[in-house]
């Protein structure tokens, strides 16, 4: 099965913060979400960050300090699953 460009980068945001366990009251700030991407996907990598806030995967926590997410405990399993699906990593 092949992915697009866009799942593999969705993917890639939601396992490093499953990995780092950013979920409930551990949040990280959204700058942060391309980091480890090359340059020229940085822009990619915003824009699909935002489709999942909007998708409800990422819920983000507004601070004095910046805009902070963190993953949606209550769609872990589904998150866990497109990882799987489309990297190969399980939990």
Do not use: C
Request: charged letters at 30%.
């Amino acid at each position: 099965m092949d992915f697009s460009d866009e799942d593999k980068i969705r993917a890639t945001i939601l396992f490093h913060l499953r990995r780092k366990k950013i979920m409930g009251g551990v949040h990280t700030p959204f700058d942060t979400l391309k980091r480890g991407f090359p340059s020229h996907l940085g822009k990619a990598a915003d824009k699909t960050a935002q489709v999942l806030i909007r998708k409800g995967f990422l819920i983000t926590k507004p601070t004095s300090y910046g805009l902070q997410v963190y993953l949606n405990k209550e769609k872990l399993k589904e998150i866990e699953d497109f990882i799987k699906k489309v990297l190969g990593y399980e939990f």
